[in-house]
């Protein structure tokens, strides 16, 4: 007997126009993007007024809705910029503002009533009494602390009504830091994590200097390759993504607005066909906690530049377990090669090179919906009609023989 299922809405990032089109075109439900100004991810390029207009626009001709992060803690001088801000995107369609400080909630519901209120992690929501509390000053989604296990957070959705979603993170980096909240980046080079500014050096490599030996650095070693205390693996739930729906959450959100259009496509893809699968499978009667998904795409997810994967805290308690890597910087696996244009030529399909490759290598095509797909690149046409031997050049129109049908927006990359 099939049963009615309330399939999660992946949310994905998109930290700058081709992010957010990569995103929607392998199968995003939402975007969460930011201005130039109050969203946690300065370095990203971020959107101006006019296009997050845009963006919305063409997010909403596709289904798509889009939420803007507003989780910044701003200084008094900045909320006139803020309020400047408001003024500017109020007509844009907006489906969501993401909100940390009280004070931008306060603002936001003055200057755009009726707003979508989406209480970030950044407040560290960690009990049904926070929850409620958030709600009852208008919240309709909480984004919960990253510190919950499941236990915690299937105890929260039973404590509040059933129309408030929850939503949270399943995938990408992690921080050292309770939620997001450090000060770390402030003291070394005067960069403010929680305004959007964070140099991540939590990341680097540290020594120990003695006091009367300045001139000796002493190495602190955890293994032979140095001592990574502080940072943290990336989170990766894609296996798991039955026991989280079950548990009560609506949105799976996926880390990484300063990551590439390739990341964001691949893993939106990952995710989204695993709950797709998931709904199918449940339909069909099943516990939507005994579902795994398709190996094949854990494969996809290993095919992103990533550091050590890990569950985050669902399952671990945080003072037991850190969750801290073993060996530094990230895991990097296949390169991104090119994008489809769309365009077709003597039979053969149009791509736009990202990275250099050669007639021969082999390589796979990435389409919505499904892994990647393996061939030999053996006939590569340069845009002159000419046959070279590799495509070298950034952004170089090619034309090359796929054994698939190839649609706008696919992505080529190195299949070893």
Sequence with gaps: MKTEFPRPEILSPAG???KLEAAIRFGADAVYLA?????????????TAEEL???VSYSHERGVRVYLTLNT??????YPR???????ISGAGIDGYIVTDLGVLSLLKRKIPGAEIHISTQASICSPEAARAWIDLGASRLVLARELNLGEIERIREAIPDEITLETFVHGSMCVSYSGRCLLSNMLNGRDANRGQCSQPCRWNYTLIEEKRPDTRIPVEETPLGTFIMSSKDMCMLDHVGELAAAGIGSFKIEGRVKSAYYAAVVTNAYKTAVV?????????NDPRSFRPDPALYEELLSVSHREYCTGFYFDDPEKNAQTVSKPGYVRDKAYLAIADGTVRDGLYGFSQRNRFFRGDAVELVS??????RFTADTIVAEDGTEPESVPHPKMIFYLKVPFEVREGDILRAAD
């Design 16 to 18: 700058d126009r081709e």
């Design 82 to 88: 803020l309020e400047d801000f408001l003024d500017d």
């Design 277 to 285: 699968d998931l709904a199918t499978y449940v339909g069909a009667g």
């Design 73 to 78: 803690l701003p200084r008094a001088d900045e």
């Design 35 to 47: 201005g130039r100004e109050f969203g946690m991810r300065q370095a990203s390029e971020n959107f």
């Design 368 to 373: 919505p919906g499904r892994p990647g797909r």
């Design 53 to 55: 207009y845009s963006a």
